[in-house]
């Protein structure tokens, strides 16, 4: 009897945690939900989306050496292969210049596309190259600028055919590191303990020290060119144009929630998405003063690791396991 009260107990004990779960959170809900979810058939977790110059045929990579391909804006996705015999590639960044593409990963690879993708040829990279692939951004015919994972930065004008140091020196195990439109870069220490920054013309990263006790989970632009970080716990921060140090106060949009925060998209300067663990979905219409939450997508099995607007009216938001959301407004929230 007394082992039978005993599971009782624990049972009351679950039930009573998992409804405070379920209130635990204070925030308004959104009034519609605009993301539509798709379910690919892949175990990957989704590292970056981009379009070439025709607005319907995009390409989404991941780890595993995912990718896929479509034709209608993201509606539906069709997986492609590369050959890579027994090498484990894991690609984490994709960019288009018209229909000039490149897509990097780990280990070390380069793959370069002047057709939109019809055909991939991979570039050889230097056995000497401080760090892999982890970021590369599409500039113009034949020119990409390549960023590592411990912040050496690389130029090519050449397809890659040669590449020009644009640091001497690199910026150790970078958690992530993001470009700005205007060239500039941030990046994370791997432990989230500082933060350095790089504009054009310097031949060096320079460190800052975190804004709180909280360690960084991710930073990046905002429409503005103006940075904005995440901290652990939930904490957001938005900084001011050209001004590397200065910080606004600290924004708890859900306070009373552990899920973290993991990234933040700009639709527009003042419609703000943020994403996080446990299919966190969170949303600013006023420049982040005030906060809801998507709760039409938080019963979804995936954390929503990246959120991406290629354009104020197209955007995607990466998850594991074959999740991908896309961003369908309604005619008046367009």
């Not at 590292?47 to 595993?64: I, R």
């Not at 690389?154 to 910026?171: F, I």
């Not at 220490?189 to 020290?209: C, D, I, L």
């Amino acid at each position: 009897m007394n082992l039978f009260l005993k599971k009782i107990k624990q049972i009351l004990i679950l039930l009573s945690i998992s409804l405070l779960c379920i209130s635990c959170s204070n925030l308004p809900s959104t009034s519609s939900n605009p993301w539509r979810v798709l379910t690919l058939p892949t175990e990957a977790i989704f590292a970056d989306v981009a379009f070439t110059d025709d607005p319907d045929h995009g390409w989404l990579v991941g780890t595993q050496a995912t990718i896929f391909e479509t034709k209608d804006r993201g509606d539906t996705w069709q997986e492609k292969t590369i050959d890579f015999g027994d090498e484990n590639v894991s690609f984490s960044a994709i960019s288009f210049n018209g229909q000039e593409g490149w897509i990097v990963g780990k280990p070390s690879v380069l793959l370069h596309t002047e057709d939109g993708g019809q055909t991939w040829s991979r570039i050889p990279l230097s056995a000497k190259l401080p760090g892999a692939p982890a970021k590369i951004l599409a500039l113009a015919p034949s020119s990409a600028e390549m960023a590592t994972d411990l912040g050496a930065l690389y130029k090519t004008v050449d397809g890659g055919k040669t590449w020009q140091a644009l640091v001497e020196g690199a910026v150790g195990v970078a958690r992530n590191v993001t470009r700005s439109k205007d060239g500039k870069y941030v990046a994370v220490s791997a432990r989230g303990n500082f933060y350095s920054t790089w504009e054009p013309g310097q031949t060096e990263w320079t460190p800052h020290q975190r804004t709180s006790s909280r360690r960084l989970q991710n930073m990046g632009f905002g429409t503005d060119e103006q940075l904005w970080l995440v901290a652990r716990g939930g904490q957001i921060q938005f900084g001011e144009p050209e001004d590397f140090e200065n910080w606004s106060d600290p924004i708890y949009p859900e306070p009373s929630t552990s899920w973290g925060l993991l990234d933040v998209a700009f639709r527009t300067p003042e419609d703000i998405w943020v994403t996080g663990g446990s299919a966190n979905l969170l949303y600013s219409s006023d420049g982040g003063q005030t906060w809801q939450k998507d709760r039409d997508v938080e019963d979804i099995p995936s954390n929503f690791y990246k959120v991406i607007f290629v354009n104020p009216k197209q955007g995607f938001i990466l998850g594991e396991r074959g999740i991908l959301l896309k961003y369908e407004p309604s005619v008046d929230a367009a």
